[in-house]
């Protein structure tokens, strides 16, 4: 069945460290996402992508970085430069382009918390 | 820039019965496509229904349907014969379909829970 992992589930980070959260998709979709949820906020979109090679900040990507180097693949480095990085982190994927009703379709998340 | 407003953050609703889940959004264009989301405790997010905004007829999905008010920038969500499976958070999503990504934005959400 085609779908999109996330790991690790669960992650912690030290203080000064950088970790990165894995996301791989087998839909053969183009374009994929990365969102932040915390409680009583919604899902806030961090980066996403549309083709291999190439991504954009979504509305809060100052801590994070990200690479595109396969079309299956999206991992999301959460830098020592996020001072509150303690959320639910879920990628998603999606069929790219204009005028698709296609939904985005969503990993399980991973549960990233300080130590 | 879109915004999407979902003002109740908790409902309840006893099993059986049925319930409406709201939402407005804010945008100036006028083709885009609207979507509602459920998270289980599971924490996965599930696609539940989704509205285009051409369309005047409402969207279904079994015990799912919207009323898609477009000149009111109103889309809710109505659960008919609840059931203890449907206790989740629910969000509201709008899609630009003008726009050449497939970015969406999501309003804070709603928990619901059943009693049974």
């Known amino acids: 069945d085609g779908g999109i992992t996330q790991s690790p589930k669960y992650l912690f980070r030290k203080e000064g460290q950088n970790v990165t959260l894995s996301c791989e998709q087998n839909l053969n979709h183009d374009a994929m996402y990365w969102y932040r949820q915390d409680p009583g906020q919604g899902l806030r979109l961090i980066y996403y992508?549309?083709?291999?090679?190439d991504f954009q900040k979504g509305d809060i990507a100052e801590g994070y970085s990200v690479s595109r180097e396969k079309k299956e693949s999206f991992p999301l480095t959460v830098t020592s430069a996020q001072k509150n990085p303690t959320a639910f982190y879920l990628c998603?994927?999606?069929?790219w382009g204009r005028g698709s009703n296609q939904p985005q379709h969503f990993g399980d998340g991973t549960r990233l918390s300080i130590l | 820039a879109q915004t999407v407003t979902q003002s109740q953050p908790e409902m309840s609703v006893q099993e059986a019965e049925t319930v409406t889940l709201s939402c407005t959004y804010d945008t100036s264009e006028s083709d885009y496509y609207l979507f509602w989301y459920k998270q289980p405790p599971s924490r996965q997010m599930i696609l539940v229904i989704r509205q285009e905004a051409y369309k005047q007829q409402n969207a279904t999905e079994n015990r799912f349907s919207v009323n898609f008010q477009k000149a009111a920038k109103s889309f809710s969500l109505k659960i008919s014969d609840s059931q203890l499976g449907d206790a989740a958070m629910y969000f509201c999503?709008?899609?630009?379909?003008?726009?050449?990504?497939?970015?969406?934005?999501f309003g804070k959400g709603i928990t619901l829970s059943v009693r049974p």
């Open positions: 992508s549309q083709i291999v090679n």
């Open positions: 999503a709008y899609r630009s379909a003008s726009g050449a990504n497939s970015k969406l934005t």
């Open positions: 998603a994927s999606s069929i």
